[in-house]
């Protein structure tokens, strides 16, 4: 039996998605405020729009996208498949969730594998997406990427940022 990825931290749980978590997954994807900062999420964000995303995760890294479990409910979203991305519901946004999340699963990934680094992004107005990837220890790459934002149908400029290993250990 395939190994199922499963990380517990104080207050939540990161485990795979699955197909009886659309309702949870579409209704917090179809804010506007959540998916105008992603760049591969559409908004309208359809059953349909999640069935292809568990279908890519069926052929992506197990670490591709965990949900973000709280008292039994989905509140978000984490993974990293060729880098770290997350999303979170609005009504949880400003409780460090994220950086608890995310953090659980860099740490995991670092301990677990020989990965050398971690690469992620963000919007340059997206301010909270910033503060949690520096609160895990990323730097900026000097790196800008022309980006296409799918819920807003235009060119975005993504900051790339990275997490290496030594910077890693440093933290621990």
């Known amino acids: 039996m395939e190994n199922v990825i499963r990380i517990e931290t104080q207050r939540f749980v990161l485990r ?3 197909a009886d978590d659309a309702d949870q997954v579409v209704s917090a994807l179809n804010d506007f405020e959540v998916a105008r ?6 908004h309208p964000y359809s059953y349909a ?3 292809g995303f568990l279908d890519h995760l069926t052929r992506s890294s197990p670490y591709g996208g ?7 409910k989905v509140i978000g979203v984490v993974g990293i498949d060729g880098s770290l991305g997350y999303w979170l519901g609005r009504d949880h946004h400003g409780r460090g969730v994220m950086k608890e999340a995310a953090g659980a699963l860099v740490d995991h990934l670092f301990k677990t594998s020989d990965v050398r680094e971690i690469t992620s992004g963000h919007f340059p107005e997206n301010d909270a997406s910033r503060a949690v990837l520096m609160s895990l ?3 900026d790459t000097g790196e800008i990427e022309a980006q296409h934002c799918v819920s807003r149908d235009c060119p975005e400029t993504l900051i790339k940022m990275r997490l ?3 910077d890693w250990e440093v933290s621990q």
Not at 66 to 72: F, K, R
């Open 16 to 18: 795979p998605l699955a």
């Open 37 to 42: 900062w992603l760049t591969v999420v559409p």
């Open 49 to 51: 729009d999640y069935e």
């Open 66 to 72: 965990l949900a973000i479990e709280e008292t039994g």
């Open 137 to 139: 220890g990323f730097r």
């Open 164 to 166: 290496t290993r030594s």
